[in-house]
């Protein structure tokens, strides 16, 4: 459901549930989760349709990329990458229209990726916050946010545990 998100522009189209699997209208705005996390690791389960392109905020500051570049070599801006900053080791990626599983773990500003099981970012330091950034006070805990402008894609599970440290 959409219960515990909001839009970062509620006047703009938005996002919907269908058959347990959020989606995106064309043009969405950015959705929001209500709550606040620091350090946490965040498991996705996603599909995007051809040529499409989307990402994840953590902490409403960090990008990790969905993006359609099946088959490609690893870059800065493909699927898996910290949008800009630290390009995937491999490319990891399935077909468009394939379910892909993404899990991403964020302590202070250490990064680590997991694409559909391949080990894609490992323990990489996050330098400044992304082009989808909407709070620059990098110390504090923010939301994460699912971008919906770019083309279709769809959710079946976002599932955030906060990690307690020593």
Known sequence: SLAGWRQLLPAEPGWYVENGVLKNREKAS?????????????KLEYRYAKGSNSGMALRGRYEIQIFDNFGQAPDWHGNGALYSRIAPSTNASKAPGEWQTLTARIVGRDLTVVLNGVKI????????P??????PDEDKPGPLMLQGDHG????????????QLR
């Not at 709550?35 to 690791?41: K, P």
């Not at 970012?121 to 400044?128: E, F, L, Q």
């Not at 279709?152 to 599932?159: A, C, D, I, S, W």
């Open 30 to 42: 950015d959705l929001l989760s209500e709550a606040r996390f620091l350090n946490f690791e965040v």
């Open 152 to 163: 279709p894609v769809e959710f079946r599970k976002v599932e955030v545990t906060e990690l």
């Open 121 to 128: 970012i490992d323990r990489k330091d996050v330098v400044g």
């Open 130 to 135: 992304t082009a989808m950034c909407m709070d």
